[in-house]
């Protein structure tokens, strides 16, 4: 064969390799952009999971406070009950 032939067969398989090694490239990139943008989403999904967490936190700290205080002024008013309740029983009757 003649060396022109040999020659361009062989730009041929440099560029035939070039074309493979540049879509392979390509290819892992978009791989790893979507990769990177369902990891942005997971972030987000996170973030909006923490942050309804903190509030039902808050939640149940307002609502913990308001049944202290229920409980309490419950006691108070059950005290005061027994302390103007003729027919009550004292503690050291029993």
Known sequence: MATWIWIVIA?????????????AW???RKHLEQRRE???QL?????????????R???AREHQQQATEARRTAAEV????DRIDPDAEAPDQE
């Open 38 to 40: 369902e990891a942005r």
């Open 26 to 28: 390509r290819n892992r």
């Open 43 to 55: 972030r987000q999904q996170a973030d909006a999971h923490a942050q309804q967490a903190d509030e």
């Open 57 to 59: 936190e808050r939640i």
């Open 11 to 23: 730009i041929a398989v440099v560029v035939a390799l070039a074309l493979v090694f540049l879509g």
């Open 78 to 81: 059950g005290a005061r009950a």
